[in-house]
């Protein structure tokens, strides 16, 4: 399975942006995707994930009530919505999906097998 991340830019505080994640190879095999980050300096984080078949969603608390995830199953791309950003937003954001298989939480990026690139949103104040 192969990830394909874009929508990152730079935008002022306040601002919204809308991250793409298109899956190709045998993305069939996928269960839940995800989008991660990593600010400078940080560790990477969680940020949201969505359960393909169920469109069950988790948000990480500082970007819920802000961020929204959704699918589009008939392109194996799902989106992370963005709004009311904050320069604390800033971080490189990796997509990512997991067949299920490995004995993590959704939250852990030990869970999954598959990441994309990473695309750089940057938030200005």
């Known amino acids: 399975v192969q990830l394909q991340a874009s929508g990152g830019g730079l935008v002022q505080a306040g601002g919204s942006l809308r991250l793409s994640c298109a899956a190709s190879?045998?993305?069939?095999?996928?269960?839940?995707m995800g989008w991660f980050r990593q600010a400078p300096g940080k560790e990477r984080e969680f940020v949201s994930r969505?359960?393909?078949?169920?469109?069950?969603?988790s948000y990480a608390d500082s970007v819920k009530g802000r961020f929204t995830i959704s699918r589009e199953m008939g392109k194996n791309t799902v989106f992370l919505q963005m709004n009311s950003l904050w320069p604390e937003d800033t971080a490189v954001y990796y997509c990512?999906?997991?067949?299920?298989?490995?004995?993590?939480?959704?939250?852990?990026?030990?869970?999954?097998?598959?990441w994309g690139q990473g695309t750089q949103v940057t938030v200005s104040s």
């Open positions: 190879g045998r993305p069939g095999s996928t269960y839940v």
């Open positions: 969505i359960t393909l078949n169920t469109e069950v969603t």
């Open positions: 990512a999906a997991t067949t299920g298989r490995r004995s993590y939480s959704y939250s852990e990026q030990q869970k999954y097998e598959y």
